[in-house]
Structure formats: C-alpha cells, structure tokens
C-alpha cells in the first residue's frame, strides 16, 4: 500500500475578504483569531505612509502585536493641577527620557536603553521611576521583567488633533486635557486671548483652561480648532519589530564607537562599528550618493 501524509492548507473566508480589502492577508498557520485581532486593529488604526503611521503597523502587517507595558501618569496637586509643570516623555532610537518641565529643560530621569549598566532591561525602567514627584506608573504587563528595553516604541507624549468641531457655545471642552498651544480657524471669536476667564469682557476675547482642555469666547464659538497637547496617561508599548528613524539624533550611541575628538578633546561617538557600517551599506545601496564610478 501506498503512504500518505496529510497537506494543511487555508480555505478562503469573509475574514480574508476582508482582509484582501485592508492590504492584510493571513498567514500559514496563523489563527483565525489571530487573524481577526489583526484586522480588527488595521480598521481602527489603519496604514500609511507617515513615520508615525507606519511605526505603529508595523508589526500587525509582519503578523505581530504591540505589547502594552505600562502607563506613565502625572502626579497632580490638590487642584487637580499637574506637579510637572511643562512634562514630557521620549523614547529615541537608543535613549528614554522623562522631563518635568520640557521647556525649562528640567531633566528627571535619562536612560541608555542599549547600555546594561543604566536601561536595559524593562525592569531598569520601572525602577527609575521609585521617587518620582512629578509622574506615577501602572504596570499591565506583568511579565516585562527580563525583556530588552531596546525594544520600546519609538515615540514620544506629544500630540496633535488636525480638526475638532467646537459647539455653539461660550465654553467648549476639548476630547483632549493638558493643551499646549491651540489653532482655531479665522473668526473674529478669537482675536485675543486674556489670562483669566474673569477678562473675557468683550468681543473677540477668549481664554484657554490649557489644563482642562476647555476654551471659553464671549460669544457663542463655532467652527474648526486644530490644537497640540500633551498624551497623558502616557501608554509605553513593547514592540518585537522596532522601526526608528535613521536620522534619529541618538542612533550614534548604537552604532557608533567612542573616540577622543580632536576638536573638543571629549570622548565622542564618531567611528562606524560592525553594526553601523552594515546598515549604512545597505542604505547605500539603494540609494548611493553617486560618488566615483
């Protein structure tokens, strides 16, 4: 008698249909709810061309997912008013840093996420944070112990609302708190704003609650705001593809070797290691700059 091995192989469903029409297909072996959760993130959040936008699908278009990690919170007073008065968080190419007051340049905590004596595991991050006065945590995943930091989301707790609708109303409060500078479109509602709400005494005045995320106007306001504001809670994600922009102002301390400069005489990173010289050979490649034959 003849031997026979059985052959696994998809059969089409209304997930792959959907799938063909986001630009994701499923892969051999991959579960249907696998498959499913894939999906369900593209149609939420969907592709492009934008570093912000690809740095974030990424990994559901190579069949993975984002791992939350944990939630960086402010700490407020009795007001309900943040301790940190201008705070920031980053995470670059190599560097993790979190800033009290960003525009004072008040540094509170500054991590080497590729060095093992400062950042390197996800357990180095949380430990940083013991003490703070300005920021509070809540860990979600609870088994990021060991897991290389090298490995955060590239990102950063700033953010902009391109359009938002305002009511036709003397106060309007934002989807977003914690507000750094608003755009609202022409409108004689807004030709000076005033420090207080007490000040918004005549036409064209209005005044901001950054904190609160409310705009106040003398009239009834109505039309389009575009607005930047400050992401908190602020969510760090654990990705297993991480994709950071070459042109990041840290990727020297990855791929670059310390020597002495001859102009400050300082230890600097400034030779191409393995790792770099391989990388810029690649890009090279693609895109050479047409020096020589």
């Known amino acids: ?10 059969i089409p469903n209304g997930l792959d249909e959907i799938g063909l029409r986001l630009g994701l297909h499923r892969f051999d ?6 498959y499913r ?12 061309p934008t570093q912000f936008e690809f740095i974030r699908s990424l990994n559901r278009r190579v069949g993975q997912f984002d791992i939350p990690f944990l939630d960086i919170g402010l700490l407020l007073d009795s ?5 940190a008065p201008d705070p920031y968080i980053e995470i670059t190419s190599t560097h993790f840093r979190a800033y009290s007051d960003y525009g004072g340049g008040v540094l509170d905590i500054e991590l080497n996420l590729v060095d093992r004596d400062e950042g390197y ?11 703070s006065t300005s920021f509070s945590l809540t860990i979600i995943d609870t088994n990021h112990t060991y897991k290389l930091s090298s490995h955060l989301r590239y990102d950063n707790s700033n953010r902009f609302v391109r359009s938002e609708f305002l009511l036709e109303s003397r106060s309007n409060k934002l989807a977003k708190s914690y507000v750094r500078e608003i755009y ?17 005494d005549g036409e064209g005045k209005y ?3 950054y904190t609160s995320g409310v705009v106040f106007t003398y009239e009834p306001a109505r039309g389009i705001i575009a607005y930047t504001h400050r992401e908190f809670p602020f969510r760090l994600w654990w990705q297993s593809v991480r994709p950071w922009p070459y042109n990041d102002d840290d990727y020297n301390h990855l791929h670059k070797d310390v020597l002495v400069s001859d102009a400050t005489g300082l230890e600097e990173h400034l030779l191409l290691n393995s790792e770099g ?14 020096w020589g034959e």
């Open 207 to 209: 005044y901001v609650d």
């Open 79 to 83: 007001n309900n008013v943040p301790l």
């Open 29 to 34: 072996f991959e579960t249907l709810g696998a």
């Open 1 to 10: 008698m003849g031997n026979y091995s059985s052959n696994k192989f998809l």
């Open 37 to 48: 959760r894939r999906l369900l993130l593209e149609a939420r959040e969907r592709s492009g």
């Open 184 to 200: 609202p479109e022409a409108s004689f509602h807004f030709q000076e704003e005033v420090l207080s709400l007490a000040l918004v």
């Open 277 to 290: 010289a391989k990388i810029a050979n690649e890009i090279l490649a693609l895109h050479p700059l047409g």
């Open 121 to 131: 595991f996800l357990r180095d991050v949380v430990a940083a944070f013991v003490g």
